[in-house]
């Protein structure tokens, strides 16, 4: 009998995961899309832990083009700044902005700390404003996954292309169908020390893909002397290119000189089946 009622709760404590990882799911798809539901406080920190810096070869790769600009530069989604705030030291005068309340402080912050006075803004790109044309605009770590549907993306290509001088460059990676997904459906997870004693711990889900998008759950805790201090839960979507899908809009959009690069390496094609690759663009 005592068997039973333990098998009993267990599969209560299933079903309300269950029905918990439902629900969030469900919230998330109808978030208002101004509403900033991602890249909250402790993802942030965690992403600076994670990701504090660039790949030398993807950072030498951007670098290229910022050396080469005679005009204005521009980082839309530039989060917490592990690319604007190296080549701010370099010397390079970069403008920058992020939807992101929580990674536009964290910039804000370490600009502060290494006496950086950058023009950079919180604002989501749809929205930016177009009073100011720039001879480069680079968007790296695959961000422009983020938009995920027919509309959006052309959308925000429409908002590029409006805000390049003629003649400027718009330098982007893409993660295409052929990304090579692990653990799916399996929660995984990292954790950092901080040095205040306490850790944040991230663990991950990925979902399997839906028509070429896929989902990730993903949850953090805060943890100090073995307790839960405080968690944050995080839902987004990863839209993952056809090699010759955005061609066509590109073209639409108005480019004139549309070249594909293989990821990071100037010139170089790319293979029929990379995982990433690199567009530029000349309006």
Known sequence: MILNLIMGVIMIKN???IVFIFSFVACCYFVDVNTSTTYLGLCTEFWDFDKPAPSTQEYAFFRKYIAKSRGPILE??????????PYLEEGFNIEGFDASPHMFEALRKKCTEK?????????Y?????????YNLIFIPDTSFCH???????????QKIYSLLLPGGTFVFDLQTIYERLEHIGVWTGKVFRKTDATSIVESRLILPRENSVVPVMLRYELVENGLLVKTEMEYYRIKLFHPTEIDNVLKEVGFKRIKKIKAYQHGRAPSAHDDVIVYECIK
């Open 115 to 123: 006496n950086l006075s950058p023009h950079i803004w919180e604002k």
């Open 15 to 17: 079903r309300m995961m």
């Open 147 to 157: 938009f995920l549907d027919k509309a959006s993306i052309k959308n925000a290509l």
């Open 125 to 133: 790109l749809e929205q930016f404003p177009e009073t100011k044309q």
């Open 76 to 85: 839309p989604m530039c989060g917490s700044g592990r690319y604007i705030i």
